[in-house]
T-cell receptor, first 111, second 117 residues
Framework: RKEVEQDPGPFNVPEGATVAFNCTYS??????FFWYRQDCRKEPKLLMSVYSSGNEDGRFTAQLNRASQYISLLIRDSKLSDSATYLCVVILSGSARQLTFGSGTQLTVLP | GAVVSQHPSWVICKSGTSVKIECRSLDFQATTMFWYRQFPKQSLMLMATSNEGSKATYEQGVEKDKFLINHASLTLSTLTVTSAHPEDSSFYICSATVRDRMTDTQYFGPGTRLTVL
């Protein structure tokens, strides 16, 4: 079983749609959680951190359920510029702060 | 935010040659940097953790003699792919951690696309 698993996608949605991505992690000792965005042939960029209380940044909402070891990302009113691959990222443990990446979910927002 | 640079951004080389990739933290000091590799349509895979002033820590399955890492200063880590072969063609990305208000955030370099002919 992979340490971090994501919806395989791809997701093709019309502009203005609401889309949700899910991610599960296997290690209950995982400490920190993030969503990164990666455009084609570019490096990943931090989209938002994920907290137990949930957090919202504009059209983006992230939630964490530690009991179910589950993370979600909701994008409302999707824009063409939201088209990218969304990576679920977990820091498992240890002082090295190593990131473990999910395989990513590809989103294409269609005009 | 913090900036991490990489050089070169892309390189094409013949099989058997060695390629050095530089990763620099531009406005902060990084005692630890990470090197990742990403094949097409796959996620980033951690190759090694680069520690300033000491030996790198390699992930299982990554040959330390093939992927030489040197972290000689607090702002520079280098990855040398020795005797590169076509199967080493990949997107190599480095990252560094910045601690901000009790939260660690990793910033990534723009990546180096290596093509071995």
């Amino acid at each position: 079983r992979k340490e971090v698993e994501q919806d395989p996608g791809p997701f093709n949605v019309p502009e203005g749609a609401t889309v949700a991505f899910n991610c599960t992690y296997s290690n209950s000792a995982s400490q920190s959680f993030f969503w990164y965005r990666q455009d084609c042939r570019k490096e990943p960029k931090l989209l938002m951190s994920v907290y137990s209380s949930g957090n919202e940044d504009g059209r983006f909402t992230a939630q964490l359920n530690r009991a179910s070891q589950y993370i979600s990302l909701l994008i409302r009113d999707s824009k063409l510029s939201d088209s990218a691959t969304y990576l679920c990222v977990v820091i498992l443990s240890g002082s090295a702060r190593q990131l473990t990446f999910g395989s990513g979910t590809q989103l294409t927002v269609l005009p | 935010g913090a900036v991490v640079s990489q050089h070169p951004s892309w390189v094409i080389c013949k099989s058997g040659t060695s390629v050095k990739i530089e990763c620099r933290s531009l406005d902060f000091q990084a005692t630890t940097m990470f090197w990742y590799r990403q094949f097409p349509k796959q996620s980033l895979m951690l190759m090694a953790t680069s520690n300033e002033g000491s030996k790198a820590t390699y992930e299982q399955g990554v040959e330390k003699d093939k992927f030489l890492i040197n972290h000689a200063s607090l702002t520079l880590s280098t990855l040398t792919v020795t005797s590169a072969h076509p199967e080493d063609s990949s997107f190599y990305i480095c990252s560094a951690t910045v601690r901000d208000r009790m939260t660690d955030t990793q910033y990534f370099g723009p990546g180096t696309r290596l093509t071995v002919l």
